[in-house]
């Protein structure tokens, strides 16, 4: 115990909160206040997974990062009414604490700009070319600029549906969780409830090799040696097994990597099935609204799709479609690919520092902004997910120098070196493969439909 204000504080230690880090028994520290959320997990919007891969901690910056200020008044619910006794706030924490205060008083947050408008109407026009280039023209090179369209807008909606999932970008919340199905499920056929899913896990455990669902690739990608080891995934349950199979596509992934990106969208899709239709017990909010938004885009693509006129078309236009929004699929694997990986659930007392070593940023000129849809500023965004896109260029210097003052690495490359930089790093892991004795034979056409790419 310990007097506060002429009343006895009930203290508990850091070791001691570690031990309350199971589904059944989940407290969290925020501030140095303890929290019970082990019921709250259960319905925590944000999914259970980020609170099972920071149980045990103190999570105060996580919480900062991902949470209005509107969230702090429903903290006192889940109060254990203990404090932590040997709490303590590291230097690169309180200045993170103090931009992300002064963003919020500036009111960066709420700010959306005209992002959203501008982008929807892009979006809407795009599609409209889409659908008359299929429709109204009988050449076969219209057709095939057609589906490099389709594939086009697919990029720019998957970047709405990549804001509307961290922040409103509609006036209230009702309205935003019908821009999340329509963004997500309609238009592109990926579910928002899977994306959530990983995309939170993500952000929380950033390039975690056995807790960051984005780096577990097995059996075609693998983007360290240590994956090699057969780590337990904490994401998907499942030991990621590497054997004969893994070790061949392994071997010869910085060769394969672009053409793997081009079809990747097929993985997305089987991800989407598989969690919307599974029985392993998870809960996954809003099912029935998701399965019906996957309907509707497994309604007009294929109806779009065969009103070509030859099979021949209707391939060249899927595969125009698949390889434009590949760009993107790349993208994302530049930001973490090439950038520090390591092995063990992420800690809440090291945010900063996790989020600056597992991510790289691709420098360009403001005119491409819309082409990456602002997430060219990966370390921007994993520090301040809430925040508008309109605004990451802006703060990039603060962010520059707040890593600058505290010694922490920010990783800028133009998008040919963040290239290079991935398939180094991919030829380095293939060449380390073909090295090893061959590991222990196992199929693994499963792992190769149960992990997403």
């Known amino acids: 115990m310990a007097e506060d204000g002429g ?108 992002g959203v408008l501008l982008s929807l109407l892009s979006i809407s026009a795009i599609l409209s070319a889409v659908v008359c280039g299929v429709l109204r023209s009988d050449s076969p090179l219209v057709h095939a600029l057609s589906g490099a369209l389709l594939g086009l807008a697919w990029m720019l909606i998957a970047y709405l549906g990549h804001d509307s999932g961290h922040y409103n970008i509609m006036p209230n919340s009702s309205l935003n969780k019908v821009a999340q199905i329509l963004t997500g499920n309609c238009l592109t056929g990926i579910s928002i409830a899977w994306w959530k899913w990983t995309h939170n896990a993500h952000h929380v455990a950033c390039n975690s090799l056995d807790y960051d669902p984005d780096l577990q690739h097995l059996p075609m990608l693998a983007v360290s040696s240590k994956l090699f080891h057969s780590l337990t995934s904490r994401f998907y349950d499942r030991r990621l097994t590497f054997d004969s199979l893994s070790r061949f596509f392994v071997s010869y992934q910085h060769f394969t990597f672009y053409p793997v990106m081009c079809v990747a969208r097929v993985n997305l899709y089987l991800q989407t099935f598989l969690l919307l239709f599974s029985n392993r017990g998870l809960h996954v909010p809003n099912r029935a609204i998701n399965i019906l ?41 530049l930001n973490h690919f090439a950038a520090s990986v390591y092995v063990g659930a992420p800690q809440g007392n090291d945010w900063f520092e996790k989020q600056t070593s597992g991510t790289i940023d691709i420098s360009c000129s403001a005119k491409m902004d819309w082409f990456f849809g602002g997430l060219q500023f990966q370390l921007e965004h994993h520090l301040f997910p809430r925040l508008p896109r309109c605004h990451l260029r802006k703060i990039s210097p603060l962010v520059r120098e707040l890593c600058e003052k505290h010694g922490l690495p920010y990783v800028s490359l133009s998008f040919v070196e963040a290239n290079r930089w991935t398939l180094r790093t991919l030829r380095t892991a293939a060449l380390e493969a073909r090295e090893m004795a061959d590991p222990a034979s196992k199929n693994l056409i499963w792992e190769a439909v149960n992990t997403h790419g």
């Open 293 to 333: 938004g996957i309907a509707v885009f497994w309604t007009w693509f294929p109806l779009l799709v065969s009103c070509l006129p030859s099979w021949t078309e209707r391939a060249v236009f899927v595969l125009a479609s698949f390889c434009v929004c590949a760009i993107q699929h790349v993208q994302f694997c």
């Open 7 to 114: 009343m006895k504080k009930k203290l508990i230690t850091s070791d001691e909160l570690k031990k309350h880090n199971k589904p059944d028994d989940l407290w969290l520290s925020i501030q140095g206040k303890v929290y019970d959320v082990t019921d709250w997990a259960k319905t925590h919007p944000g999914g259970a997974t980020p609170l099972l891969n920071l149980a045990g901690n103190d999570v105060t910056d996580a919480f900062i990062a991902f949470h209005p200020a509107s969230a702090w008044r429903h903290l006192d619910r889940f109060s254990t009414g203990y404090h932590l006794a040997d709490s303590h706030v590291s230097a690169v924490s309180k200045d993170y604490r103090n931009l992300a205060a002064a963003f919020a008083r500036s009111g960066l947050f709420d700010d959306k700009g005209h």
